[in-house]
């Protein structure tokens, strides 16, 4: 028996996430998977960086990226095709004192259905516009830091420093930890607004002190029962095939070790052939040398009483 709760799971129609680690924390793959996730839709991708020696500064394999050094103006920006993603690798400090990009992440964004990724290693890096930025962000996107005061404090400012201190010790054997905010509306509503996993078919969330999976209604339907109070237990067609799956794993694991046996009786019998082989062997080398010994003494005897003596 187990207790369940349903909720409404949305994420809103447009995505300005602030992604916040230390270098090699892997904000670049994160922002990768998320995109590929399709939690929302876009065609183009910008992606702006702060090297303008290079063409194109990662390899990931979209057919629409257009790669651009520096910040782009306010012409720019009017002329990007709304479904949009703007991406801007390491140049949190160059946007925060923008007033194009301020404008973008409070009015430009949504008017335009253009998404937005800003991707730093610094979380409170000062700038003009930097706390409209980071306010204007629905998502943030905690990785490991060097100052790992830094995540603690985000949590205070947001008052999710129980979610975010759970988060922290589910993390702590992780490669890349990374703890995802849901900043919007609903996630207000629902109660639901750290993820450690977002990208998994099971989605874990943290909710004051304690850790939850996410699981489609369908899928919950096709496992459990519901008995009312917030409390399901699971099907007896689901118990069925779980007790099958384990008399068949056992019933393999039997056969198994059959066949280990009977092959370690095949082995036992051949190194028993083998011995008494070896044992034969030994027996026939002995009685040749034995013979061969005989036969000379007996031609050292003939040769002896054939000779005169005085």
Known sequence: ???YREVDLKFSDIWRVFISGSSSAG???FANQLLKLGLFQFDTIYYFHP??????????????????PGLPSLDDLLAIA?????????LYEECSNDKNIDYLYRVLSTKRQLHCMIMTQRYYSQGKFSLNIRNSSNYHVLMRNADENTNLRVAHTMKLKPEIEKANELNENKMYPYIFIDCNNFS?????KVFIDIFGKVKKVIMKNDAYALILLREFDSEFTKLGGNLAIRNETSNKQRNRDDCLEAKTSEEKSGESRETNSDSTSNDSTNSSAARSASRTARNQKRDQFERSIRKIIHRYKKRSFL
Do not use: A
């Open 1 to 3: 028996m187990i207790r």
């Open 27 to 29: 904000k670049t793959y």
């Open 51 to 68: 090297d303008f020696h290079e063409n194109q500064p990662i390899d990931w394999e979209y057919k629409n990226i257009v790669f651009v």
């Open 82 to 90: 709304p479904n949009s993603c703007l991406i801007f690798d390491d």
């Open 188 to 192: 207000r509503l629902s109660g639901i």
